[in-house]
């Protein structure tokens, strides 16, 4: 989606909602938005369906902040409760079967490429870790051992938490679930580490307790994903509702399992080092310029 696309014909301007109003004059294709200017624009997604206090939807909140080019992405996803989130964003989304995302995502940004060929078009596959660890898990593979040029996001809530409450193989063991009565059995997968032995060019983990920091490393994924390879980001995104987490203690319960076992790690391929290095070096020479 693009500014000219959604802006109205003449005239039906002032017939439109508020919320469309604000989303053409002040929303985020126009500028940059900060971190700390959050609530104070109309945002690419605001309003949703999701739990009171659920960390996922903070986090999508900033993975759009974090894109770099908003008006030319494209965003994958499936069944799960980040869907229902990421539906009501006002940029593009594709639904794909449950287990196939990185698949449709594989064929959609190969024909942006040919399509569009001096622009570059961001595919982005958002979805929970039933959907990309277990159910997915072929097509995420595949999708690195080609080197697709696109980003995975897992939305790791450690939980089937649309369905009822089932472990997935991102669970930690011994984890008891509502319907995993007698607690998970085995390890938690090690998505980084399959990640890292797949020749993704970029791996991150993180969690939503610094949102400068999840904006930086969307951003940094998205670009590196352009011209290098594929790039995965994990981040944990609890949820509230079959861990009886209250809601006032979201964060601070992200800040603990942060702490404990979800700190922030970044890993890149020599190729994407590089070219990381260069384009930081080239930014800062044209933002001196730019003062000059």
């Given at each position: 989606?693009?500014?000219?696309?959604?802006?109205?014909?003449?005239?039906?301007?002032?017939?439109?909602p508020k919320e469309y109003q604000d989303l053409i004059e002040d929303g985020p294709f126009h500028q940059k938005?900060?971190?700390?200017?959050?609530?104070?624009?109309?945002?690419?997604?605001?309003?949703?369906?999701?739990?009171?206090?659920?960390?996922?939807?903070?986090?999508?909140?900033?993975?759009?902040?974090?894109?770099?080019?908003?008006?030319?992405?494209?965003?994958?996803?499936?069944?799960?409760?980040?869907?229902?989130?990421?539906?009501?964003?006002a940029v593009p989304f594709i639904y794909g079967n449950y287990g196939d995302t990185n698949c449709v995502a594989?064929?959609?940004?190969?024909?942006?490429?040919?399509?569009?060929?001096?622009?570059?078009?961001?595919?982005?596959?958002?979805?929970?870790?039933?959907?990309?660890?277990?159910?997915?898990?072929?097509?995420?593979?595949?999708?690195?051992?080609?080197?697709?040029?696109?980003?995975?996001?897992?939305?790791?809530?450690?939980?089937?938490?649309?369905?009822?409450?089932?472990?997935?193989?991102?669970?930690?063991?011994?984890?008891?679930?509502?319907?995993?009565?007698?607690?998970?059995?085995?390890?938690?997968?090690?998505?980084?580490?399959?990640?890292?032995?797949?020749?993704?060019?970029?791996?991150?983990?993180?969690?939503?307790?610094?949102?400068?920091?999840?904006?930086?490393?969307?951003?940094?994924?998205?670009?590196?994903?352009?011209?290098?390879?594929?790039?995965?980001?994990?981040?944990?995104?609890?949820?509230?509702?079959?861990?009886?987490?209250?809601?006032?203690?979201?964060?601070?319960?992200?800040?603990?399992?942060?702490?404990?076992?979800?700190?922030?790690?970044?890993?890149?391929?020599?190729?994407?080092?590089?070219?990381?290095?260069?384009?930081?070096?080239?930014?800062?020479?044209?933002?001196?310029?730019?003062?000059?």
């Amino acid at each position: 989606m693009s500014l000219e696309t959604i802006k109205p014909s003449p005239g039906f301007h002032n017939y439109l909602p508020k919320e469309y109003q604000d989303l053409i004059e002040d929303g985020p294709f126009h500028q940059k938005r900060k971190v700390s200017e959050l609530g104070s624009f109309k945002e690419a997604i605001e309003e949703h369906p999701m739990c009171a206090g659920c960390a996922m939807t903070l986090f999508i909140r900033l993975v759009y902040l974090g894109l770099p080019s908003l008006e030319h992405s494209v965003i994958v996803g499936t069944a799960g409760c980040g869907r229902l989130a990421i539906t009501q964003g006002a940029v593009p989304f594709i639904y794909g079967n449950y287990g196939d995302t990185n698949c449709v995502a594989s064929g959609l940004k190969r024909g942006l490429d040919i399509r569009f060929k001096d622009t570059p078009k961001d595919v982005i596959v958002m979805a929970g870790d039933g959907g990309l660890a277990d159910i997915g898990f072929h097509a995420v593979m595949h999708s690195w051992f080609r080197k697709e040029k696109f980003t995975t996001i897992m939305l790791d809530n450690e939980v089937y938490g649309n369905t009822g409450g089932q472990e997935s193989g991102m669970t930690q063991k011994g984890m008891v679930l509502k319907m995993a009565p007698n607690g998970k059995k085995f390890e938690k997968m090690d998505m980084l580490g399959l990640a890292k032995t797949s020749g993704v060019a970029y791996t991150a983990r993180i969690s939503p307790t610094n949102p400068t920091k999840v904006v930086n490393t969307i951003r940094k994924a998205v670009l590196i994903a352009r011209e290098v390879g594929p790039t995965y980001i994990q981040a944990y995104t609890s949820c509230n509702i079959e861990y009886a987490i209250p809601t006032p203690k979201v964060m601070d319960d992200a800040r603990e399992v942060e702490k404990d076992r979800y700190g922030y790690l970044e890993y890149f391929s020599d190729e994407a080092k590089e070219y990381w290095d260069k384009s930081e070096a080239d930014r800062k020479k044209a933002r001196k310029a730019q003062v000059k």
